[in-house]
């Protein structure tokens, strides 16, 4: 792994964080804890089931935090093979990562910027998991770390993305990386609009090939792994410290052992 690849994927784990760390010092707040307690106490719904409490202001925070968890490590997660992959191809940002009628790809591979060494290694690559031959002129890939997709508007930016890339001659792969969460309806859509799914292993297997490297080897690397330890050590210290979770500390302090 190159210093520049170490350098832009450490930045984007900064900023990802960054925002987790910037949500937990907004969300668990003092204005904000009280706003939603008032909020809570004044609705007749979650009055008269007591859920018109301290307690449950900390829980519906932490499920907020979950879901923003979930999401910012998707984006870390997402943006290691496209460093990889412009790495190992001698590609441009631009050119790995192409935007078609306002919608950015994570990984395009046009065969006319490859050389044929490279043209031929990711047909292969692609025929030994998908069990066909290439017959278009590149890959159009999206990558997920999940896919749970909760809006028809989702649906249809990626049914036209693969439209989009068919129309550039690019063979439309989705690549989900957790074997967990896909959702089945939603696959067999885009499946019938042109998409090629691999998920869990294969997927993983596919773009660790396609690209020479192990994406998990990546975030094990030491100077990673200590980085993400600090920054992620200071964002449960300020959550444990903030206003709203103090204050169902102090509510069961008695009860804590």
Do not use: C
């Amino acid at each position: 792994m190159s210093q520049e690849f170490e350098d832009r994927f450490l930045g984007v784990i900064r900023h990802q964080l960054q925002g987790l760390s910037n949500k937990v010092t907004n969300d668990f707040s003092k204005e904000n804890f009280e706003t939603e307690l008032s909020s809570l106490q004044t609705d007749p719904v979650y009055e008269k089931f007591a859920f018109n409490r301290a307690e449950y202001v900390l829980v519906r925070f932490m499920g907020r935090i979950s879901i923003s968890v979930g999401r910012r490590l998707g984006e870390i997660y997402d943006k290691v093979p496209r460093f990889a992959a412009a790495a190992r191809f001698n590609l441009t940002p631009e050119q790995i990562a192409p935007v078609l009628d306002g919608l950015e790809l994570d990984i395009g591979l046009k065969f006319s910027q490859l050389s044929l060494a490279d043209q031929q290694h990711a047909a292969a690559v692609f025929k030994k998991y998908t069990i066909a031959d290439l017959d278009m002129s590149g890959l159009g890939i999206e990558i997920r770390y999940n896919f749970n997709p909760n809006d028809s508007s989702r649906l249809r930016k990626d049914i036209h993305m693969g439209e989009l890339l068919t129309a550039e001659g690019l063979k439309p792969i989705y690549l989900v990386f957790s074997s967990i969460s896909p959702r089945q309806d939603a696959i067999s859509r885009l499946t019938t609009s042109g998409w090629t799914f691999l998920v869990g292993e294969p997927a993983l297997n596919f773009i660790s090939e396609l690209l020479g490297m192990e994406i998990q080897t990546v975030l094990d690397k030491p100077v990673i792994k200590v980085e993400i330890k600090k920054i992620v050590d200071g964002i449960m210290s300020d959550l444990i410290k903030s206003h709203a979770f103090q204050q169902v500390v102090q509510i069961h302090k008695d009860e804590i052992i």
